[in-house]
């Protein structure tokens, strides 16, 4: 079975119910950066979510 990874926004945020899960890291990453600029105004490097942030489920 192939992993997925997953960024849990409620988490981190409780007033925030975004979840992505993807395959692709790379794409994972991307939108959780994208959500993360959009929806709460904070940039991440790939690194700092990668670290702090994604699951490998």
Known sequence: MTDA???DCEAQA????FIVQSEDETEAIS??????REAHGK???DDELREEHLQTV
Do not use: V, Y
Request: aromatic letters at 6%.
């Open 43 to 45: 940039d991440f490097t």
């Open 31 to 36: 939108l959780a950066q994208s959500h993360m």
């Open 14 to 17: 409780n007033d925030c119910r």
């Open 5 to 7: 990874h997953r960024l």
